[in-house]
């Protein structure tokens, strides 16, 4: 074989059409022309055959709009096997053509009567459910035929595949070869004859004076995108005072579960320890609704999803004082047909001291009284023992002793609540050691916002409990061991 005719270079634009030989059998017959795009092939094929012939023989391209390219987007397979079955989702993904689609734009007045689209038709959930950015293909083809038989469809190969979608981005598959090796293409058939060919881009290169200007023009739309935010959200925010700590707390109460009887409501309360305070305007206290619970697997689950918000201040005084941090207080209740609600049980959660997502699981207790007709009390007509003070769940608010006995107090355990609580903190402080660097000024700056709160709690109580376990040791010891004067015999 000569070897100038195996080998071929060819600089091919953006949706350049380059015809193969198949398309120039088929369109220069008038009569297989059905297509005003068949039409314009003809009559650009007779001008290239009136001119000398096309220039390329082995490489040619399909654009966006010839059939091949609507063919291949349409039966795209997963696996290169060939006793390949597509599954559902790969059936549903074939019939989404993302080229060239026509959205018709939505009114606002159709969004607001109807939220809920109860029977979605399948342009709806084509349109809705996938991504659906509008992209341009073209494909570099290479018809591998044996020599001087060219134009049959089953020696065409892809060589290249470029898309470009609404968002100016740019796919090359593959990519360009670079430092790479040339790729490879082999063939089935008696002589297993392999192809290479390689990729470059043949771009022009942008001259520096070009660049910058783009880049200028860039600043500018992201400094007028940037003002236009700032606008939209303004840059006036409220900071606290010096030694001051601000705490949002977006929370929600997601469910309750492990409880004797239906319909479960919650009942919850916050407690502001000393120097903690919040603005008028917040509710420390709520009640979720009623929700029946539902079995998921061998526990009754009632499903709130109740959310409320927090915000509090804490005022720093002593400058190496630990914070005591808010107490959530709740108690879950149960409501029957006849209206009569019963105590299902109490809980606490102390709200976490990092900032952060928290998921919390709390269990639950509630009192009790012995013999049976405090349990048919409760069966048939509700009503149970309950706490006046819901704080002696921890330690009671009017409590002002050192030691606090709850011997004799009898419980039962019950199910558990889980919350999700959202943190947020802002402190002078940490705008401060963010910025300077300086050295630990203040407790604010120590804890870091009281992440480390808890892990300094759990050194001190070590080192108390060793300090303990030293002192038994000690007086366990005989006096002669520990007196420095005994003498030994």
Known sequence: RPPEDEQE???????????????????LNESACQTPLDRQYHEEIRKLEKAGGRKNHRIFTYTDHDRFTNLE???????????????????RMANVRRRRQDRRPVEASSLKSKIITWEPSEEFIKNNHVINTPVQTM?????????GKLGHREYEHVLCTIKVDGNGVITVKPDFTGTKGAYRIELDGEKREVWEYTIENASAQVQPEEEEREQRVFRDLYGRHRDYLSGLVGSEFEMPLPGTLRLFVNGEIVSA?????????????????NRWSSPPFQQLSGVTQTCATKTVGWDKVAHFCYPFTLEMFYTQE????????????FEVLSLDFWQRYRVEGYGSVVLPTSPGVHVLTIPTWRPVELGTVAEMRRFFIGGSPELE??????????????RLSRFGFRTETTGS???RLYCLQQSKAFLESSALRQRMQSVLDRLGGFSQQSSVYNVLEAFQRARRRMQEARESLP???ISPSATSV
């Open 9 to 27: 270079e060819a600089e091919v634009g953006w949706q350049e059409k380059l015809f193969s030989q198949f398309e120039v059998d088929l369109y």
């Open 73 to 91: 987007e349409l039966c795209q397979k997963v696996t290169d096997s060939d006793h390949e079955v597509p599954s559902y989702l790969a059936e």
């Open 389 to 402: 003070d819901l704080t002696y769940v921890r330690i009671p608010s009017t409590f002002k002793g050192k």
């Open 257 to 273: 579960q492990g409880y004797e009887y239906d319909n479960l409501y919650v009942h919850f309360f916050l407690e502001l320890p």
């Open 479 to 481: 006096q002669d061991l």
């Open 318 to 329: 002593d400058e190496d004082s630990l914070p005591e941090w808010p107490v959530l207080y």
């Open 139 to 147: 494909y570099i083809m290479g018809d591998l035929g044996p020599y």
């Open 417 to 419: 609540v889980t919350f």
